[in-house]
């Protein structure tokens, strides 16, 4: 069955670094990957979407890859701030590549940004 | 425009009771997904309807129902509450457009805190 891992529960950076987090998935082809961020008590929000076809996406200080040769994508925030504190998932279709369907969401990596 | 609007915000009830969450999508959008959050388990799908329409089902048993009404508005019901029902539940819109090429970027509500006692 799909598979979808964020290797980190929780990843502590300092401020001004770059935070890079990981989605890994098994058993997949997906047509396209997004990334969500979630604060406490709150419902996940669209952050960026990247197709199959495409290596790299971004969008100000946020950047995402999609490697479909690995089963990868990774998603990068430059020059952080403790305001980019908060969980962040990443969600692939849940249709085998189909453009239609639900998302099968990771579990999420808790990013805290330390001043 | 507004946004996802679900209510009620926390409910608590007791194990075999019944509850019923509603959620307003965004005006215009036609797809409607609900999701269950828990520590353990992450965002697990529930159900999306579309036009009215149960389109996709997640792995939950049966206890677990929805309906969506003309107007795009869903309700989702939750018969003989146990106590691992306890979650955040939460209610997504999307445009849904059809045909190959569309995504399925969800727009999410911020969620219905239900405790089961």
């Known amino acids: 069955s799909q598979k979808i891992e964020q290797n980190s529960e929780a990843l502590n950076i300092q401020e001004g670094k770059t935070a890079t987090l990981t989605c890994n998935y098994t058993?997949?082809?997906?047509?396209?990957l997004q990334w969500y961020r979630q604060d406490p008590g709150r419902g996940p929000v669209f952050l960026l979407l990247i197709r199959e076809n495409e290596k790299e996406k971004r969008k100000e200080r946020l950047k995402v890859t999609f490697d479909t040769t690995l089963k990868q994508s990774l998603f990068h925030i430059t020059a952080s701030q403790p305001a980019d504190s908060a969980t962040y998932l990443c969600?692939?279709?849940?249709?085998?590549?189909?453009?239609?369907?639900?998302?099968?969401f990771g579990k999420g990596t808790k990013l805290s940004v330390k001043p | 425009k507004a946004g996802v609007t679900q209510t009620p915000r926390y409910l608590i009830k007791t194990r075999g009771q019944q509850v019923t969450l509603s959620c307003s999508p965004i005006s215009g959008h036609r797809s409607v997904s609900w999701y269950q959050q828990t520590p353990g388990q992450g965002l697990q799908f529930l159900f999306e309807?579309?036009?009215?329409?149960?389109?996709n089902k997640g792995n939950f048993p049966g206890r677990f129902s929805g309906r969506q009404f003309s107007n795009s508005r869903s309700e989702m019901n939750v018969s003989t509450l146990e106590l691992g029902d306890s979650a955040l539940y939460l209610c997504?819109?999307?445009?849904?457009?059809?045909?190959?090429?569309?995504?399925?970027?969800?727009?999410f509500g911020p969620g219905t805190r239900l405790t089961v006692l």
């Open positions: 058993n997949y082809s997906p047509a396209y």
């Open positions: 997504a819109s999307s445009p849904r457009a059809q045909g190959l090429g569309s995504t399925d970027t969800q727009y």
């Open positions: 309807y579309f036009s009215e329409t149960q389109r």
């Open positions: 969600a692939l279709d849940g249709n085998y590549g189909g453009s239609q369907g639900n998302l099968i």
